[in-house]
């Protein structure tokens, strides 16, 4: 199948491309380079362009014929979209508004799109189920469900299938060593703590030690990035016209902060300096999946997302002369 991914040129979007090759399709990477780099999308063609732009996907989608769409492209990154909640708008659903009216346009039945579990908000109970109330605290988890909602609407009336992967923390990476995380500014947890580690950073700020958790600190769910990638996969699979699922993936089992750093000084075998300081504004104090759904529909679990095989990936990649991150201090 060839498949067109935008966004491909970034963290997960890259994985997800080397994966589809891995199982026999064509991945087709769109991509405008904004936070995505040119050496990750190496799995495929590479089409640089931006999908706010209609014109662009038009001749993206006439000149490979995809027969399906993974919609990575996104801006992410939940403190920015505070300050400036109209740029996520005008990217994240703008760009998904433009994107589904290509499909129509070009014919393409099957859509899926990188949601988050940003779109849960303050979730009342943990584990999370996907019928749990979607109330987003910040303008980036607000753009994903906006999206979710037009996709849900366009799945009813054009009949496309639509599958919205809510994910909770993606890390770690290809233990190939030829992709990874590279993001410039990096606001991700287990990157800075690898970058403390490895001395190109001062030390590792804690966001938080006085939430009512075990030991003070934020639990996430932390999904390796191969899992993520083959979760993917197996969504393109799922058809039939005039359907939307939402779909958490997850592993089901929190990680606190201070477990993070603990696990990356042991991986890495370095200490660095650790400090609390307070609280990160728009911070969940614990997000963790209830990942039934994803097995009873994509008959897909994960089996890759040890934190010790999480840190001992992104530890690698941290170090790698491919990472284009490499030898910036
Ligand atoms: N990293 C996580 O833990 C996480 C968790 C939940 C959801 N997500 C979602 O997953 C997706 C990928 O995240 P990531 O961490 O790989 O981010 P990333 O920044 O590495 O990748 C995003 C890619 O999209 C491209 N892009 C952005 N806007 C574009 C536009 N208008 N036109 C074309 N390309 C554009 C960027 O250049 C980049 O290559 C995003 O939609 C994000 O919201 C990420
Ligand atoms: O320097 C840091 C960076 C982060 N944290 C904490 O570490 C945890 C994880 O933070 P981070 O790695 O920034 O991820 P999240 O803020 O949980 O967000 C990720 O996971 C969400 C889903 O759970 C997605 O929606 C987002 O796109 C994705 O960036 C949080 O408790 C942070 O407060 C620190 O203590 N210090």
Redesign the pocket.
């Known amino acids: 199948m060839k498949v067109l991914v ?9 994985h997800t491309a080397k994966r589809l090759a891995e199982h026999g399709h064509t991945p087709i990477t ?8 040119r050496a ?1 999308a190496r799995f495929g063609p590479l089409v640089v ?5 209609p014109a662009a996907l038009d001749a993206a989608i006439s000149a490979h014929r995809p027969e399906a769409i993974v ?6 990154q939940v403190g920015e979209s505070m300050q400036r909640p109209e740029l996520y708008f005008r ?2 659903v703008g ?1 998904t508004v433009a994107l589904v009216e290509a499909a129509l346009r070009g014919r393409i039945g099957t859509f899926v799109f ?5 779109t849960y908000g303050i979730p009342s109970h943990v584990p999370i189920l996907e019928t749990q109330a979607v109330q987003p605290i910040n303008p ?1 988890g607000e753009s ?1 469900l906006a999206c979710e909602m037009l996709l849900r609407s366009a799945s009813a009336a054009h009949g496309l299938s639509c599958t919205a992967l ?6 770690g990476a290809d233990p190939g060593g030829l992709i990874g ?3 410039d500014p990096e606001t ?1 947890a287990i990157p800075l703590l690898l970058m403390a580690a490895a001395g190109k950073r001062a030390g590792f700020a804690i966001f938080g030690d006085d939430y009512d958790t075990p030991d003070g600190t934020c639990i996430r769910d932390y999904l390796h990035v191969t899992d993520l990638a083959e979760a993917h996969v197996r969504a393109l699979t799922l058809s039939g016209a005039a359907r939307f699922e939402a779909i958490n993936l997850g592993t089901g089992h929190g990680q606190s902060v201070r477990e993070l750093v603990d696990a990356a000084r042991a991986v890495t075998g370095r200490d660095f300096r650790v400090e609390a300081r307070p609280r990160r504004a728009g911070d969940p104090p614990s997000l963790v999946a209830d990942a039934g759904k994803a097995l009873d529909l994509l008959g897909w679990k994960a089996e890759h997302s040890s934190l010790d095989h999480i840190m001992r990936t992104a530890w690698d990649w941290t170090n790698a002369p491919a990472n284009p991150l490499h030898n910036r201090g």
């Open positions: 935008t966004g491909g040129a970034g963290y997960i979007g890259s769109f991509d405008n380079l904004s936070t995505g780099h990750l362009g931006d999908v706010t732009d919609h990575f492209a996104a801006l992410s990217n994240n760009g990188s949601s988050t579990a940003a980036y994903k809510r994910y909770f923390n993606a890390a995380e590279a993001h991700h």
